[in-house]
């Protein structure tokens, strides 16, 4: 943050006339822009379209004295009035004084041609004079006609220096544990200055902050404010990668392995964080479980992000969503955002029919992937490698490429233990024969021949909790496993994974479909919309 606001001060040294900023948190930013002005001995205005202009003074320490309004000239409460005053004053020949105006909300406006052509003017203006017109906005929205007069500035959210200067207003007297204290900052990246202060205070009202119990509590409350803007969702999991994850034991090791780059003396032996993987494979084998595993094994909080509600109607809001999404994400950090079916929510065609919107989105998300600084390690998923645009697959944009192919038999029996130890059936032990007619089901169709199987067991004698292998066998035979339609597509997938991604698995499964004679007339045949809508 400390950074951000040292770069406006070398622009406003600089005479820059113009700047953009991009943030929810008016009161934060005029705090440390007021600052800012003091200390280059700046005066200091502010107007939003409520009171209108006003003044800020200043004491002799450089401290804000009091805010006043500004009377001079008339009334300032209208947009135009307030360009004419600035303006007025600019070119007023007696007024040497260096000045900067905050000017709240004025992306409104800009549907005014008269508005821009103000401002295109006051960018000669101010700079001439040592004057400087500062805009602020929550949001990125600028007309192609004034994108070369202005600088944007995008103002993150309050790091770990902000929230601790924040949280020592509310501790006062109370003595907390110096850890305690690094843990509840902790718990609060990724809000808003605000939105910080009040979950400290709510911490502290019910438990006190020098209780374990107020990182809970602070962490609650980030969840439901990033889950309030719709876009991320916050998880809460409890899945360990070896309890639920059966198979993939290259993909286990490999993440284990690079959860040594989070530690300390990492950092001193000079490893970077990992950027990423992309699981790529057939549904239903464990993707978006193991990407959930991934939070909990590294012990970070795990954000989701639907694309889907990336995109909006209005002009602008879906490129200002994602990067609010990034800029959420990067706050909360380390952390690890979860894009799921990353290939549906980013088209590869021609921006004809949204007027480029999607490629902007996804162009945004790639160069953030490429020169992203901060620890978040995504996971994406996708099932339909047609759909995946070269750009995403060169390196440097994911660490690596991984194939999750249908488990083996050894992973097939894995995953039978998993689930029926989960349900609390642990009276089956022979799992060859099981494994042997569960042949090309993918793992969650064996997870739902447990649950049949346990319906099964019910219905013949609700008193025995412990179901059988007869149970077991009834519920696969039930299933027509998705393998059997999609052999094709399966097989395309596999030849493509061959050269380009690493398996997941330990071993290749080598397991081919085979169609018997008498079964090849009963293969299902699909409407030409269904193969155009191939999940793959």
Not at 174 to 192: H, Q, Y
Request: proline fraction near 3%; hydrophobic fraction near 35%.
């Amino acid at each position: 943050m400390d950074n951000t606001f040292e770069d406006i001060k070398d622009m406003l040294k600089a005479n820059y006339p113009l700047l953009y900023l991009t943030t929810s948190e008016y009161g934060r930013v005029m705090q440390k822009l007021r600052r800012i002005a003091f200390e280059l001995d700046y005066s200091f205005y502010s107007w939003d379209n409520v009171d209108g202009l006003q003044t800020h003074l200043k004491t002799q320490n450089n401290r804000l004295e009091k805010v006043e309004r500004h009377k001079a000239y008339g009334e300032t409460k209208g947009y135009q009035e307030l360009l004419e005053f600035i303006k007025r004053d600019a070119e007023s020949t007696d007024n040497k004084t260096k000045e900067i105006y905050i000017v709240e909300d004025f992306h409104k406006y800009f549907r005014d041609d008269k508005v821009i052509v103000y401002l295109r003017k006051l960018s000669s203006i101010l700079k001439a004079y040592d004057k400087h017109l500062i805009l602020l906005s929550p949001f990125l929205k600028l007309p192609d006609e004034l994108e070369k007069y202005l600088t944007i500035v995008n103002v993150p959210l309050p790091d770990k220096d902000d929230l601790k200067t924040r949280l020592s207003t509310i501790i006062s007297n109370e003595n907390v544990n110096p850890d305690l204290e690094n843990f509840l900052i902790d718990s609060a990246l990724g809000m808003t200055d605000m939105e910080a202060d009040l979950a400290f205070r709510l911490a502290k009202e019910k438990v006190g902050l020098n209780s374990k119990e107020a990182a809970r509590i602070i962490a609650n409350e980030k969840e439901q404010i990033i889950k309030k803007s719709g876009i991320l969702d916050y998880y809460q999991v409890n899945e360990e990668l070896e309890k639920s994850v059966g198979g993939l034991n290259n993909l286990k090791n490999w993440l284990k392995q690079r959860s040594k780059a989070f530690e300390r003396k990492a950092k001193n032996f000079g490893l970077k964080e990992p950027k990423g993987i992309l699981l790529l494979g057939v549904p239903g084998c464990g993707k978006s479980l193991t990407a959930k595993c991934v939070a909990t094994e590294w012990k970070q909080p795990l954000l989701r992000l639907d694309i889907g509600k990336v995109f909006q109607a209005e002009v602008g809001s879906s490129e200002n969503n994602i990067r609010l999404a990034i800029a959420t994400a990067e706050a909360v950090a380390p952390c690890v955002l979860w894009i799921d079916e990353i290939e549906k929510g980013l088209s590869v065609g021609g921006g004809e029919k949204d007027g480029g919107t999607n490629s902007r989105v996804f162009s945004t998300i790639l160069t953030w992937m490429q020169e992203k600084t901060k620890p978040v390690f995504v996971v994406a998923t996708a099932n339909n490698i047609s759909d995946l645009p070269p750009e995403l697959l060169r390196k440097g944009r994911f660490d690596e490429i991984f194939f999750v192919d249908l488990p083996s038999k050894e992973e097939r029996k894995n995953i039978l233990k998993i689930h029926l130890d989960k349900n609390g059936q642990s009276n089956i032990t022979d799992f060859d024969n099981l494994a042997d007619k569960t042949k090309h089901f993918n793992g969650a169709e064996i997870e739902e021949v447990v649950k049949e199987a346990m319906f099964l067991s019910y219905i013949d004698n609700p008193e025995n909790h412990q179901i059988s292998i007869i149970h077991l066998e009834k519920a696969i035979e039930q299933i027509v496993p998705l393998a059997q339609t999609m052999k094709k597509k399966i097989d395309g997938l596999r030849e493509w994974a061959s050269t380009r991604a690493r398996l997941a698995s330990a071993e290749k499964n080598n397991e081919k479909f085979e169609v018997a004679e008498s079964d090849s007339e009963n293969l299902i045949i699909q409407t030409k919309r269904e193969k155009e809508e191939d999940i793959f």
